[in-house]
């Protein structure tokens, strides 16, 4: 199990902050194309995601008790 | 006990963090801070929800202090970025460097404040008369050439 | 009450002059403080003495405000340099601009300390343990290109 | 009349920081040339003239009460 979390425009999107699914062995690609099946049009190009609190590409592996967080754009400062 | 890093959910006191990076070998100090705007581009803000992942964030600035200490020695940096509701004038952000000279302080300031646009995982909304938005992607915003 | 541009004898509270250049309108505030340095060159100073032509002084500083505000429309500024005996760490000058953007408020600000170590009538005397000297024309040591 | 402040190197080449000259109607060369004389070493090329408290040229014309100051290059910031 992985825990996945969405932040901002994404969390009122997905209407979660938080869920749980099963990616042990996945890759990031996975995960984003599983989201976007899921909630339409989170796979946007602009949303990047993070494993473990660091930026992640398409083809990092997801491993068991990992934090996915998908990443809109960002807009502190 | 403040941390040079830092994502808070109270009023920032920059004195802080500017106090942190000074050092009897530190002749300059820089410090900027960003503030909730009542303007911008002809739309009225009411005032700001600024929301964080948190721990990632506060990694992210990490990297930021650490960066600027490569490529500025001699530099020290403090960062710490507001989350929650803040009001017009509020102080969003501040980034505070000493360096033995100023030229640095400026540009590892700025450099500071670039890299939070690009990198850091936190987010704006802006709250209208009419409306309110989640901000994103500022930094394709044309804001004149980098020096 | 502070002055906008003015010459202290006191030490420099920060807060007050970043406080004095903000507004709704201002997203961005840069304060720099310049202190006194343990170490110049290899040299160590015990603490220096600063003297001003006061009134002079204040006029250019002023000025130098005024060259801000032409240059970056929309920025405010603040400028106070503190005179007499000042210890390591202590602030000898801060310089606080305000800006509806952040670059303007980097730039402005690092202006002011450049023409303040042009033609403000300020001299600093450095105290080392084997001596003392008024130190004057330090804007011709080679510091890298202005940007 | 007019007052002549001496500042920081040239306060302690001097011996003081203030005096009272005859100089109405002359210039500021004149009065550098004057000084020179009194105050051997004191125009060495980066010393700055200011009359009432505004940077001054060499041919400008002091007038009754004006205030001139010899202004050492500045260090401050």
Same mark, same amino acid.
């Given at each position: 199990?992985?825990?996945?979390?969405? !932040?901002?425009?994404?969390?009122? &999107?997905?209407?979660?902050?938080?869920?749980?699914?099963? !990616?042990?062995?996945?890759?990031? /690609?996975? &995960?984003?194309?599983?989201?976007?099946?899921?909630?339409? %049009?989170?796979?946007?190009?602009?949303? $990047?995601?993070?494993?473990?609190?660091? #930026?992640?590409?398409?083809?990092?592996?997801?491993?068991?008790?990992?934090?996915?967080?998908?990443?809109?754009?960002?807009?502190?400062? | 006990?403040?941390?040079?890093?830092?994502?808070?959910?109270?009023?920032?006191?920059?004195?802080? #963090?500017?106090? #942190?990076?000074?050092?009897?070998?530190?002749?300059?100090?820089?410090? !900027?801070?960003?503030?909730?705007?009542?303007?911008?581009?002809?739309?009225?803000? &009411? #005032?700001?929800?600024?929301?964080?992942?948190?721990?990632?964030?506060?990694?992210? &600035? /990490?990297?930021?202090?650490?960066?600027?200490?490569?490529?500025?020695? %001699?530099?020290?940096?403090?960062?710490?970025? $507001?989350? %929650?509701?803040?009001?017009?004038?509020?102080?969003?952000?501040?980034?505070?460097?000493?360096?033995?000279?100023? $030229?640095?302080?400026?540009?590892?300031?700025?450099?500071?404040?670039? $890299?939070?646009?690009?990198?850091?995982?936190?987010?704006?909304?802006?709250?209208?008369?009419?409306?309110?938005?989640?901000?994103?992607?500022?930094?394709?915003?044309?804001?004149?050439?980098?020096?």
């Amino acid at each position: 199990m992985i825990r996945i979390f969405y !932040f901002a425009g994404l969390r009122e &999107l997905t209407g979660t902050a938080e869920e749980t699914a099963e !990616f042990t062995g996945k890759t990031v /690609a996975d &995960l984003m194309q599983w989201a976007e099946s899921k909630y339409p %049009g989170i796979d946007n190009g602009a949303v $990047r995601v993070a494993i473990n609190e660091e #930026y992640a590409l398409p083809d990092d592996v997801l491993g068991e008790g990992d934090t996915a967080a998908f990443i809109p754009p960002v807009s502190g400062g | 006990m403040m941390k040079a890093f830092e994502v808070v959910s109270h009023p920032i006191d920059t004195q802080v #963090y500017a106090d #942190y990076v000074l050092r009897p070998e530190a002749g300059a100090v820089t410090v !900027f801070t960003g503030h909730v705007r009542e303007w911008t581009n002809g739309v009225r803000t &009411l #005032y700001l929800a600024y929301e964080a992942y948190v721990p990632m964030a506060e990694k992210k &600035l /990490a990297e930021i202090g650490q960066e600027i200490e490569e490529k500025w020695p %001699g530099t020290r940096a403090a960062i710490a970025h $507001r989350i %929650g509701e803040l009001q017009i004038g509020d102080i969003a952000v501040v980034i505070a460097v000493s360096s033995p000279h100023r $030229r640095d302080a400026y540009e590892a300031n700025e450099y500071a404040i670039e $890299r939070i646009k690009e990198m850091v995982p936190i987010w704006k909304k802006e709250i209208w008369e009419d409306g309110e938005e989640w901000i994103g992607g500022q930094k394709k915003k044309p804001e004149g050439a980098r020096t």
